[in-house]
C-alpha cells in the first residue's frame, strides 16, 4: 500500500454480510472509515443500528460515528429479509447489546458533514437500499463536489434475487436507484453477477470460527451462517459467501473484478421487471432507439467478472489482522 488511505463511508442495512464489510473496513489499512448509516433493508431501522454498533464494538474499531437513516423506502413499505439473516438481521449469534450509541445526528446529516469535512474526497460504499442515498443527493447536491466514486452493491447483469430480474437494494427501493445513477459522480455497480461468487472455502471459515480473537471469530461465525452449497464435510458446509465485502474489497482493491462502462437504468413501472437493472451490453443501436430515438441513460462501471481467490485471500489476511 502506498500513499493516503482511502476516506470510505458505508450506509447499509446491517444484516449478516454488512457486517462482513465492516469488519473488513475497519481492518483494512488503505481504508479510512468515517461514518457507518444506517437504512431499512434486512432488517427494521433500529435493528440496523444496534447491529451496526455491535459489529464496530466486537471488531475493536475507534469511535466512528453511526446514524440512523430511512425507515422505509421513498414510495414503498419497508420489506425485511429476516428469513436470510435471522430474526435480528444478524444471524440470531446472541451477540450482546453494545455499549456504543449512535451519533446525535441522522443519516443524511451525518453523510453531509463528513463527506464535506473530508480533506480528501471520500468513497461512498453503500451496501443497502439506495434511500439514505437519494435523500442525500436530492436535499444536500453541493456534496457530489467531494465524492470521488460511489461503489454500491446492488443491481444484476442477469438473475435477481428478489424477483427473477431484480436484486434485493434495487427491488426494495427503486426510485431511490434510479436518483443514485443521476448522481454525477463516477459509480461502480457490484451486482449479484459477482457478488455470488466470492466464497470463502469451509476450512478457512472453520479456521476463522475457532480463533480466540473476537473480530475474526466474528467473521467466522457470520460466514457459517451464509451457506452456499452443502458439501461432503462438516468443514465443507461452513463455506460461506462475502456477499457485501465483495464491494467494499473492490474499493481497496479494484484490480480484483473486471468492469465495462455501460448504460443502466431501473425499472420503475409496476409489474415483474419493476426493480431490474436493465444494462445495455448490445454492440449497437436497435431497432428502438432507430425509430424512436436514444434514451439518456446513466453510464456506469459495472462488474461483470472477479477473481475470486483474490479477494477471499484479500479477505482473510485482512479480518486476521
Known amino acids: 500500500m502506498t500513499g493516503q488511505p482511502i476516506p470510505v463511508i458505508i450506509d447499509c442495512d446491517t444484516g449478516v454480510d454488512d457486517a462482513l464489510a465492516l469488519l473488513f473496513a475497519v481492518r483494512h489499512p488503505a481504508l479510512d472509515l468515517r461514518a457507518v448509516t444506517c437504512v431499512a433493508g434486512n ?27 430511512a425507515e422505509r423506502p421513498l414510495l414503498e413499505p419497508a420489506r425485511s429479509a429476516r428469513h436470510v439473516h435471522g430474526a435480528d438481521g444478524m444471524g ?83 426510485e431511490a436507484a434510479a436518483i443514485l445513477l443521476t448522481a454525477g459522480v463516477p459509480i461502480t455497480m457490484y451486482g449479484l453477477d459477482v457478488f455470488m461468487r466470492v466464497v470463502v472455502p469451509g476450512d478457512e471459515v472453520h479456521r476463522l470460527r475457532a ?55 431501473v425499472s420503475l413501472a409496476p409489474g415483474p421487471s419493476r426493480g431490474q437493472t436493465v444494462v445495455d451490453r448490445r454492440p449497437r443501436p436497435g431497432e428502438s432507439e432507430i425509430h424512436e430515438g436514444g434514451r439518456e441513460r446513466a453510464l456506469v462501471d459495472v462488474a461483470l467478472d472477479v477473481d475470486v481467490d483474490r479477494y477471499v485471500k484479500l479477505y482473510l489476511e485482512t479480518v486476521e489482522r
Open 92 to 174: 440470531d449469534l446472541g451477540l450482546p447489546a453494545p455499549a456504543r450509541v449512535p451519533a446525535d445526528v441522522d443519516a443524511v446529516t451525518l453523510l453531509r458533514r463528513e463527506i464535506l469535512a473530508s480533506p480528501r474526497p471520500v468513497t461512498l460504499i453503500p451496501t443497502a437500499p439506495l434511500t439514505n442515498i437519494a435523500l442525500l443527493l436530492r436535499t444536500h447536491p453541493e456534496v457530489t463536489r467531494n465524492i470521488e466514486r460511489i461503489v454500491f452493491m446492488g443491481g444484476a447483469v442477469t438473475t435477481g434475487n428478489a424477483t427473477p430480474v431484480a436484486e434485493f437494494n434495487v427491488w426494495h427501493d427503486p
Open 43 to 69: 432488517t427494521d431501522v433500529d435493528g440496523v443500528v444496534r447491529n451496526t454498533l455491535t459489529v464496530l464494538e466486537q471488531a475493536g474499531a475507534p469511535d466512528i460515528p453511526v446514524g440512523r437513516g
Open 211 to 265: 480463533s480466540t480473537e473476537p473480530g475474526t471469530r466474528l467473521a467466522g461465525e457470520l460466514l457459517a451462517h451464509r451457506p452456499t452449497t452443502q458439501g461432503e464435510q462438516p468443514e465443507a458446509e461452513e463455506a460461506g459467501g462475502l456477499g457485501d465485502a465483495g464491494a467494499v474489497c473492490a474499493v481497496a482493491d479494484p484490480q480484483g473484478i473486471t468492469t465495462r462502462l455501460l448504460p443502466v437504468e
